[in-house]
C-alpha cells in the first residue's frame, strides 16, 4: 500500500506493518499470476513486492538469499545438483552459483514476468544468469519435483512466497515426499519458513510433515530480515538420510567467494532454536 510517500505491507491479525519511504516509484503490472511493482526507496534501494508483499530490497536481501543457500550447501558433502524452486528474482540463484561443486541448477519459477522485471531493476542478483550452469525453467515447480527423476538432486531450495495461494503447495507433506524421492542419497531440502515470531504454527506444521514425508532430520535456521513481516525470519532444512548437525567448517573459511551475513559462526548460531520454539517443536 501506497501512502504519503510511503510504502507500507500491514500485517492482519497482529497490529504491524513494515514501512519505507518511496522516492518514486518505477514499474507497475499485472501478470498472469499476480501484481508486480517497483519502488525507488530513500535508504532500502530497489523495492519489489507482489501482490504487495515485500520480496527483495536491494539492502537487505542478501541476509535472506545468504541463509536460503550457504548453510544447505555447506551441510551437504558434494552439492553438484541443486534445484531452486521460485526463486524469480534469481538473488538465491546467484549465491548457489558461487559454490563450484555446484555443476547445474534448475531454477523452476512459475511467473516469467518475475525474472524478466528482476533483470532489468535487481541487475546484481541476475548477473549469474547466464553461466551455464544455470537453467531457468518457467512452470510449476510442484510439477516439476512430482515429474523429476528420483534421486536426481542434492538440494533443493524452496524460495517461495507465503504459504497462500499457488505456494500453499509447496508447505505440504505431499510435496515434501515428492522432493524426498527427487533427492540423492542425503539430500537436503530447504524452504523458507516465514516469521518465527508470527507463524510458530507454520514453522511446527513443516517440520511434522517434513517428518511424515520420511526425512530423517530437520532444523530451522533463524535470521534477521527487517523488510519482511517482524523482521525476523527463518528457513527449515530437511536431510533425507543423515544427520543436519555439523558441516563443512574446513570449506566455509577456505571459500573463496564473498558473503555478507553467512560465515562459520552464523551458521552455528543460526541452528539454536530460541527456547519457546524448542519447546514447541520437541
Ligand atoms: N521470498 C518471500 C518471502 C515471503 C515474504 N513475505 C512477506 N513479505 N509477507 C522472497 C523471494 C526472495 N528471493
Redesign the pocket.
Known sequence: MERDGWYS?E?AGQGSA?SLRIKEKLHDEQSPYQRIEIYETETFGTLM??DG????TDRD?FV??EM?SHPALFTHEKPERVLII???????LREVLKHEEVRHVDQVELDERVTRVAERYFPE?CAANADPRAHLHFQDGIKWVKDAPAGSYDVIIV????PVGPAAGLFGQAFYADCLRALARDGIVVG?S?SPLFHAGLIKSMHEALRGANFLDVATLYFP?C???SGW?SATMARRDTTLAGFREEAVAERDFATRYYNDGIHRAALASPEFLFQSLL
Do not use: A, F, K, R
Open positions: 505491507e500485517w513494515i513486492t507482489l508483499l515485500v520480496m527483495v536481501n535472506y538469499h536460503m521460485g526463486g524469480g528474482d534469481c538473488g538465491t542478483l524460495d517461495s512466497t507465503d523458507q516465514e530480515q523488510t519482511y513481516p525470519w
